[in-house]
Each structure stands twice: as C-alpha cells, then as structure tokens.
C-alpha cells in the first residue's frame, strides 16, 4: 500500500476530538473518498491498520459533483458511510482511521481519514444535593412498518 495525495477523502462531520480510555465505542464515519484520475473498485476503513467495509460506498455525491472541477468527475460516486468499532484502550493514545482504496488499475492506496485521542477521563463533579443517579440518559428510536 502507497500514500497518495491523488486519493481524496472528505468527511461531512468531524470525527470526536477525543475517547476515554477503558471505553469501548463505534464511530458512525461519513463522507467521500475518491481518486482523482481512476474509478475505485474496493475501499475499507483502517482502524489502527484493521480493516473495515463501509456499510455503503460508491454513494452519488451530486453536492459535489457540482461544486468541484469536471476534471474531478470521479467525485460522483465517491460517497461512503461507515459505523467504526473502537476497542477499549488500557491507556492514553491515539486512534488512527485511514482510507485504503483499490484503484481499477489494481493499485492499491491509503489516505489518511483522521486520528482520535484516547484520554483519561476527567473525574465527574458531584452531583448537586437533591439529585441522584449518574444523570446518563438513554434513548432509543425504532420505526415498524
């Protein structure tokens, strides 16, 4: 695998700055990836090198198809979402996620996605007087046809 600044990715979203460590999480990726000359045939999502297949790539992407040069057409089907699994770190770090793409041609390249800090986690206040629990709130959604 190469680095090659021909291979774009652009996320619609920031990735988190930072995760606590002891915590394992997933981390919902959304954006584009495309090279600028050749179509891809295969892309996945490294995590610290460990490879994932986004739940949907080669997504159109009119928004921008329009806004960057013709000479960028492969933009179009450049879109890509993925949900990350993070394992639990035991101390301070940092996550790297990186795009690797296969290129029509059978070559192979990676970009760099983004990192992720793993931090201590800051002691919580106290609660106020009166009130109790941890103040996690969960919340689920569903839909039924």
Same mark, same amino acid.
């Given at each position: 695998?190469?680095?090659?600044?021909?291979?774009?990715?652009?996320?619609?979203?920031?990735?988190?700055?930072?995760?606590?460590?002891?915590?394992?999480?997933?981390?919902?990726?959304?954006?584009?990836?495309?090279?600028?000359?050749?179509?891809?045939?295969?892309?996945?999502?490294?995590?610290?090198?460990?490879?994932?297949?986004?739940?949907?790539?080669?997504?159109?992407?009119?928004?921008?198809?329009?806004?960057?040069?013709?000479?960028?057409?492969?933009?179009?089907?450049?879109?890509?979402?993925?949900?990350?699994?993070?394992?639990?770190?035991?101390?301070?770090?940092?996550?790297?996620?990186?795009?690797?793409?296969?290129?029509?041609? =059978?070559?192979?390249?990676?970009?760099?996605?983004?990192?992720?800090?793993?931090?201590?986690?800051?002691?919580?206040?106290?609660?106020?007087?009166?009130?109790?629990?941890?103040?996690?709130? =969960?919340?689920?959604?569903?839909?039924?046809?």
């Amino acid at each position: 695998m190469i680095a090659d600044e021909e291979l774009v990715v652009r996320l619609d979203a920031p990735l988190p700055a930072s995760l606590p460590v002891g915590r394992a999480t997933a981390v919902f990726v959304l954006g584009a990836c495309f090279h600028r000359h050749e179509a891809l045939s295969e892309l996945e999502l490294l995590v610290d090198g460990e490879p994932h297949v986004p739940a949907a790539w080669r997504m159109p992407r009119l928004d921008l198809f329009e806004a960057l040069p013709a000479a960028l057409a492969n933009c179009y089907r450049g879109g890509f979402w993925a949900t990350l699994p993070i394992e639990a770190r035991d101390r301070p770090g940092t996550v790297r996620i990186d795009a690797a793409a296969r290129l029509e041609s =059978g070559a192979r390249m990676v970009a760099p996605v983004g990192r992720i800090e793993v931090v201590e986690e800051a002691r919580a206040a106290p609660s106020p007087p009166g009130r109790h629990g941890s103040g996690l709130i =969960g919340i689920c959604m569903a839909t039924f046809d």
